[in-house]
């Protein structure tokens, strides 16, 4: 596969991680401290801003093993090792959500 690719796989699986993770509710939960009150919206629009917070922190989180890798390796640019490490670490965040969504 090439890097777009799989930065798109990647990608996708931490989106679907944001729709299915169990993670959504404590988000949810917290939506009053990361969303400010100015904007009086309606609980559809914290719902779908907490997926979209898990997506996010989802993203990040499964890049760090890659990043750790890069380093200890003395990498300077990603290649496709890095990129295959990132989307197993966003599988395997995903896993629980998928476990429990079937």
């Known amino acids: 596969m090439s890097r777009q690719h ?21 988000a949810y939960m917290w939506a009053p401290f990361w969303f400010p009150d100015i904007l009086q919206m309606k609980q559809e ?12 922190l989802s993203i990040l989180l499964s890049g760090v093993p890659a990043a750790l890798f890069e380093r200890v390796t003395g990498r300077q640019d990603s ?13 395997l965040f995903t896993l629980p959500g998928a476990l429990r969504f079937l």
């Open 6 to 26: 799989t930065m798109m796989g990647i990608l996708l699986v931490c989106l679907g991680n944001g729709f299915i993770s169990p993670f959504v509710i404590v």
């Open 45 to 56: 629009y914290h719902l779908i801003g907490s997926t979209m917070v898990v997506s996010v």
């Open 79 to 91: 290649d496709s090792t890095s990129l295959y490490i990132w989307l197993g670490t966003a599988v």
